[in-house]
C-alpha cells in the first residue's frame, strides 16, 4: 500500500484555511504476489539446501512438493520469489511482479518443451517447467489486477485574521 499526503494553505479574505489531502493505494494483486514471493523463495531455499551449491548445480536433485529441483532451480526461484516480493511491497512496483511472472513462463517453457539433455543439464523435470509455466501465469494475472484508491480531504475553517 502507498500512502501520499498533501497540503495545501490558502489565503482567504477573510483569513488562511488550511486543506490535506490524502490518498491510499492498494492492489489485489500485491497479496497473491506476495504469498507466490514467499512459496517461491522458501522453495528455492529448501532446494539449494537439500542438493548444495558446493559441486555441480543440476546434481543431485531433490523432490519439493512433488516437483523435481536442483540447485539451478532452486537458486531461480530464489531469485524470482525475492523479485515478487519487491513487486509486492508496493502497488507501483506491478512491473517488476510481471517480470517475474514473465521469467517464470519462459524458463517453465524451456523446461517443459526442452529434450532430455536440456532437463539433464539443468537437473529438472517437464513437470518442473509447468510448474513455471501455470505459476508465471498466475503472477501476471496478478500484477494487472487494478488498484483500488481510497482519497481523503480535510480542510480546516479558516482562521480570522485582523
Known amino acids: 500500500m ?19 489531502e490524502r490518498s491510499s493505494r492498494f492492489s489485489p494483486g500485491q497479496v497473491i504476489t506476495g504469498i507466490l514471493g514467499v512459496v517461491l523463495a522458501v522453495i528455492g531455499i529448501v532446494a539449494v539446501t537439500r542438493s548444495g551449491i558446493d559441486g555441480s548445480l543440476n546434481q543431485p536433485v531433490t523432490e519439493i512438493v512433488g516437483i523435481t529441483h536442483s540447485s539451478y532451480v532452486g537458486l531461480f526461484e530464489l531469485f524470482v520469489g525475492l523479485v515478487l516480493l519487491l513487486g509486492a511491497s508496493s502497488a507501483g512496483y506491478r512491473g517488476a511482479a510481471g517480470f517475474a511472472g514473465a521469467l517464470l513462463i ?3 517453457v524451456v523446461l ?6 536440456v532437463l539433464l543439464e539443468v537437473g529438472a523435470k517437464q513437470s518442473t517447467g509447468w510448474m513455471g509455466i501455470v505459476l508465471g501465469a498466475i503472477a501476471i494475472s496478478a500484477a494487472m489486477l487494478p488498484s483500488l484508491v481510497r482519497t481523503s480531504r480535510v480542510v480546516e475553517a479558516p482562521v480570522v485574521t485582523e
Not at 517443459?112 to 539433455?117: C, V
Request: glycine share 14%; proline share 4%.
Open 112 to 117: 517443459a518443451a526442452g529434450n532430455l539433455r
Open 2 to 20: 502507498s500512502v501520499h499526503r498533501h497540503d495545501d494553505v490558502v489565503t482567504t479574505p477573510t483569513g488562511t484555511a488550511r486543506s490535506t
Open 106 to 108: 519462459v524458463g517453465g
